[in-house]
């Protein structure tokens, strides 16, 4: 894998909480848990067996390979007229936008990047996973789309979707590829919503998912350098995808995945 990208955009802003956010930021409200979260998930070998705790053993590990994120490796960012919002600091230094680079420091993720974006005023509300594979060493197609790569892409929400995106040759003698997704997509209907899952499990007395307090710490852990204001605020419209500085961490990596929310079958890489 080359790769891999976790997007958790909101279209929305604070929503007259601004007074609570001002005490958390994105890093606190989401990354630090819920991502992260989604990060072990995906990275995570096999647990030993079906047990509750051998599920969390597992993703501990995965927890305790992570590296502390870098200053260097982290964009944070505040929406235009989030100071504007009741219960705000004119002056607020808190992050509603952060882009980081995560490294995952074990034998089946070292050097491979982890990259993950959160924020609010995007331009969509979605959650998506992207996973990219390396190119091959030549160019089986016309080479102005050789930096093209395959990718496996999960949408956690608003639906839930898995695909797999490949490049094919398109019909006619010219050796000239395309990308073409395989899509399996399950309609909301078919999904619980987040607490009926939450409160399900907890009558069943099925811990798998919940998080436990040794990887809580590791988590905490590893966001500990980037909290508070080590890393500079930048500013971004509302509607917009965040600070440029966001495009800049991922560049050598062929850019962010934008979420594709609305057709099943529409892919949109970029």
Do not use: C
């Not at 594979?133 to 608003?158: C, E, M, W």
């Not at 040759?169 to 999904?191: N, S």
């Not at 998080?211 to 590893?222: L, V």
Request: charge should be negative; glycine fraction near 10%.
């Amino acid at each position: 894998m080359a790769s891999v990208q976790v997007t958790m955009a909101e279209s929305f802003g604070v929503q007259g909480r601004g007074g609570m956010y001002e005490g958390v930021g994105a890093i606190r409200d989401v990354v630090q848990n819920h991502l992260l979260q989604v990060v072990s998930l995906l990275a995570t070998d096999a647990p030993a067996d079906g047990h509750p705790d051998a599920m969390r053993d597992a993703k501990l590990r995965v927890f305790e390979a992570m590296q502390p994120i870098s200053v260097d490796e982290t964009v944070r960012g505040q929406f235009s007229g989030y100071r504007d919002e009741p219960g705000v600091a004119p002056d607020s230094q808190v992050e509603t936008f952060v882009a980081l680079r995560l490294h995952i420091e074990n034998e089946r993720w070292a050097g491979v990047p982890f990259y993950i974006r959160a924020g609010k005023q995007l331009p969509v509300t979605g959650n998506e996973i992207m996973v990219k594979l390396k190119s091959p060493s030549h160019a089986v197609f016309d080479t102005a789309t050789s930096g093209q790569s395959n990718y496996f892409r999960f949408r956690i929400s608003p639906d839930v979707l898995i695909s797999v995106g490949a490049r094919v040759k398109v019909p006619g003698e010219v050796m000239a590829g395309e990308t073409v997704e395989l899509v399996a997509h399950r309609h909301p209907g078919d999904e619980m919503a987040p607490y009926e899952r939450l409160f399900g499990d907890a009558i069943l007395g099925d811990a798998s998912l919940f998080a436990r307090y040794d990887s809580i710490e590791a988590a905490w852990r590893t966001v500990a350098p980037i909290l508070g204001n080590t890393v500079p605020i930048r500013y971004y419209e509302s509607s917009s995808w965040g600070p440029e500085e966001s495009e800049q961490l991922i560049s050598r990596d062929g850019g962010w995945h934008a979420p594709v929310v609305g057709d099943a079958n529409e892919g949109n890489a970029g």
